[in-house]
């Protein structure tokens, strides 16, 4: 393609600052048609974002023939079905994390990737932000040495949303999400250290509900290892008090140890022989457009991205395995 005309199913939050802007922005990119369920939802977003056409029905903007990729931003119970549709269609998808609300769906994808041969992609953009990099480079330079334990900690209160019963967040419906915020929030730092360290191969967890606020784990422990043995651990809790918030992953060597966060992105902190060291790397405006910017380039030809489902679907099978998911 010498260039992406690309239509939106689903119009959230997500779209409005992270990664909407980026797909106009990125040469040789640009967005044709939006869609939502919601029509004036749809209609607000066309208007607001100068985008030409918007539809409250996927397939029709999937069968739009002036629209040539699908990114798929909705929940992860529709991702699948979605991006099939557009994968059928001979258009390649962007979807969003996790790329489905469990590890069969995303085979499911990947199966149909295949057959068709059309490809798809999903927004692990963390991979391509600045500040990770810098993290691996420190990793890769031997920093710290050989990495003997990887630790993830991660804490945050209930949000105020999660205190209505009667409406509660789709983020922790097990039917719409996969699972509670561990399933929206833990792919980003798993994906990260599979990056660095491998594909992990043995994971186990311990789930939880401590404060009854909705039906899905709000508390998650968990080991797991990488293929080349390293181990790791992980704790998340989603009803924390405000002064236990935590978002932190430490990688500990013989020689030193590293510390960052996912989320926040407090200052990278280097502990070894040399002293204590900060490192403060700022990321662009919009997060995912580093990744969209490969995606783009992937479909003209000019590089490859290899942050496709294949690579996305590990992520699923740990979590899955963590929440004892069958």
């Avoid at 369920?37 to 903007?61: C, F, G, M, T, V």
């Avoid at 999903?122 to 031997?142: N, T």
């Avoid at 030809?301 to 290899?306: I, Q």
Wanted: hydrophobic share 35%; aromatic share 10%; with cysteine.
């Amino acid at each position: 393609m010498k260039e992406v005309k690309w239509g939106f199913i689903g119009c959230g939050e997500v779209t409005e600052r992270k990664s909407g802007p980026a797909f106009a922005k990125v040469p040789g990119s640009s967005v044709v048609a939006v869609m939502s369920r919601n029509r004036e939802r749809a209609r607000s977003y066309a208007e607001r974002h100068a985008i030409p056409r918007w539809y409250d029905d996927a397939q029709k903007l999937v069968d739009d023939p002036e629209v040539t990729a699908v990114y798929i931003a909705t929940p992860p119970s529709s991702h699948a079905t979605y991006a099939i549709m557009a994968m059928r269609s001979g258009k390649p998808v962007y979807v969003e994390k996790p790329l489905a609300a469990s590890y069969p769906d995303c085979q499911r994808i990947n199966r149909i990737s295949e057959q068709t041969g059309v490809p798809c992609f999903v927004a692990y953009y963390r991979r391509c932000l600045p500040y990770f990099l810098k993290v691996r480079e420190l990793v890769a330079s031997g920093a710290v040495g050989r990495v003997s334990n990887v630790q993830i900690r991660f804490a945050v209160p209930p949000r105020d949303l999660d205190y209505d019963r009667d409406n509660l967040p789709w983020r922790v419906q097990r039917d719409i999400a996969g699972g509670g915020y561990f399933y929206d929030l833990a792919p980003h730092q798993i994906d990260l250290l599979q990056e660095m360290f491998g594909p992990i191969l043995r994971a186990h967890g311990y789930c939880t509900n401590r404060a009854g606020l909705y039906q899905t784990e709000d508390t998650v422990s968990a080991s797991f290892q990488f293929a080349d043995g390293l181990p790791g651990s992980g704790s998340w809790c989603f009803v924390a008090h405000q002064s236990a918030k935590t978002d932190r992953i430490g990688i500990v060597g013989d020689r030193g140890q590293l510390y960052f966060s996912v989320f926040t992105y407090e200052p990278i902190e280097l502990v070894n022989e040399e002293g204590r060291q900060e490192f403060v790397v700022p990321n662009p405006e919009h997060v995912q457009m580093p990744l969209i910017q490969q995606v783009v380039e992937h479909l003209q030809g000019k590089s490859r991205c290899t942050c496709d489902s294949v690579s996305a679907t590990t992520v699923n099978w740990v979590m899955d395995r963590i929440l004892g998911k069958k």
